[in-house]
């Protein structure tokens, strides 16, 4: 059990269908114990079912488009476990009408909060929970090849998954100084309640299909294991990175 002693906080479960629910399944596999945050009431009676049946430790509130949300969800978090070992920022949010237009007509309302609640936030609950981190601690990111290539319909949310791997990147600097680790991982599409949002998705998870090398999509399981390893003294020499879950469908060129 590569995880066993270790505290999770796992922040982005909106159901069973969600990365953040694979994640944490695997993490529960692997002797983690796991606490879970959800933003408002209507997510909070989709999580506590999830955390019962993980057997979670406990949920809290945290709205990361609050700075006083984030620092009383600290508090909670701190008189609940005191430290922890391991963050998982499964968080991503834009306007429907951004993703349907040109990226050209993007809204500026519509850009700042996708780069607020996508991006920011990781910044956000970084800087937060910084000294609750425990040192060789790991924090992962879920981020998206239309970070780094034009996807149909991903516009804005593209724009921001750049952004949060750069802040990747530099947050692996800072919080380096403390010896924890922070990495992202890219999968590749899977029919999460964030995925609805994005017109032809279907026609994106066909064409992944047939063209990826491995000849699938990926499961919130393969994504799981990934994070098991990141989480893991596995990867204790690794930080800064964008790993790709996605059956080799990033590798590939015309």
Known sequence: MLLKGKKALIFGVANKKSIAYGI??????HGAELAFSYVNDAIKKR???ISEE???AFTFQCDVQSDESIAASVAEVKEQWGDFDI???SVAFANRDDL???????????FHLAMDVSAYSLVSLCNAYEDLIKPGGSVMAMTYLGASRVITNYNVMGVAKATLEASVR???VDLGEKDVRINAISAGPIK???????SSFKDIFRHI???APLKRNVTTEDVGKTAVYYASDLSAGVTGETHFVDCGYNILGI
């Open 192 to 198: 999460t309640l964030a995925a609805s949002g994005i």
């Open 87 to 89: 963050l998982i920022h």
């Open 47 to 49: 999580v506590e079912p």
């Open 24 to 29: 944490a399944k695997q993490f529960k596999e």
């Open 209 to 211: 299909e047939e063209r």
């Open 100 to 110: 349907k237009k040109r990226y050209i007509e993007t809204s500026r309302d519509g």
């Open 170 to 172: 530099y947050l692996a």
């Open 54 to 56: 993980l057997g979670g």
